[in-house]
């Protein structure tokens, strides 16, 4: 598990978006022109500079990310994103103390209209 401190304030640079793209690549869509002159979104989903996958960085169990979100030294929010494809996942209970939210991803690679959002877990 690797923790980054988010201490950019209102320049919030380690948002959901943010984290999801660096650790499965760049999100974007592929457009088709049809024989009737429309265009058509044929795919969608991470598609290059991709980082994490099924053969790389299988270590890293979970990304989480440290806010700042208040005044004092309790005022701290840890957010995890899991890694679909880690060899030893860390079971989402186990830090559900610990974190305010934590994200899951299906497969980011598989289909054509993959979403980038990562899915609440929700821990007992």
Known sequence: MIVVY??????????????????????GFVYESM????IEVIRRGHLENRKVTKGTLRSLSVVGVLEHT???????????Y???????????NLLAELARNQYCFDDPY??????WEPKLIETK
């Open 70 to 80: 208040g005044t004092g030294s309790d005022a701290l929010e840890l957010y995890c």
């Open 110 to 115: 598989e289909g054509m209209n993959v979403w």
């Open 6 to 27: 988010n201490n950019a304030g209102e320049w919030n640079l380690l948002s959901k978006f943010t984290i999801t793209t660096a650790m499965f690549g760049s999100y």
């Open 35 to 38: 024989p009737d002159l429309s």
């Open 82 to 92: 899991h890694n679909p494809f880690a060899k030893l996942p860390i079971e989402p």
